[in-house]
């Protein structure tokens, strides 16, 4: 099966930066369409960015559009997710997802067919 394995978490001040990272095993990761889903304590699992495989389409949630970039190296199998401006709302545990076809409910969770088992990121006031 595929693994996707997240790493770059830990603690930032508010108005800091972080930038996430997701290794995906597998032939075939320029072919996957990307993204970082986030939950908080008590909340549902949240679409935060997506990128598709030739990185020429990237959708964002609006609580962090501004703010988050992402982006994929397909030679490395690795997508990013460069996290600026933090605020305490943004803390949670981030989770790679990898989709093998695109959808049009690219924000959905059963839209990706596999996930990574996150990193946690917290942001302190």
């Known amino acids: 099966q595929v693994q996707l394995v997240e790493s770059g978490g830990g603690l930032v001040q508010a108005g800091g930066s972080l930038r996430l990272s997701c290794a995906a095993s597998?032939?075939?990761?320029?072919?996957?369409?990307m993204a970082w889903f986030r939950q908080a304590p008590g909340n549902e699992r949240e679409f935060v960015a997506y990128?598709?495989?030739?990185?020429?389409?990237?959708y964002y949630a609006d609580s962090v559009k501004g703010r988050f970039t992402i982006s994929r190296d397909n030679a490395k199998n690795t997508v990013y997710l460069q996290m600026n401006s933090l605020k305490p709302e943004d803390t949670a545990v981030y989770y790679c997802?990898?989709?093998?076809?695109?959808?049009?409910?690219?924000?959905?969770?059963?839209?990706?067919?596999?996930w990574g088992q996150g990193t946690q990121v917290t942001v302190s006031s």
């Open positions: 997802a990898a989709g093998l076809r695109g959808s049009y409910y690219y924000t959905r969770r059963t839209s990706y067919d596999y």
């Open positions: 597998g032939r075939s990761f320029s072919t996957y369409v």
């Open positions: 990128i598709n495989w030739s990185s020429d389409r990237t």
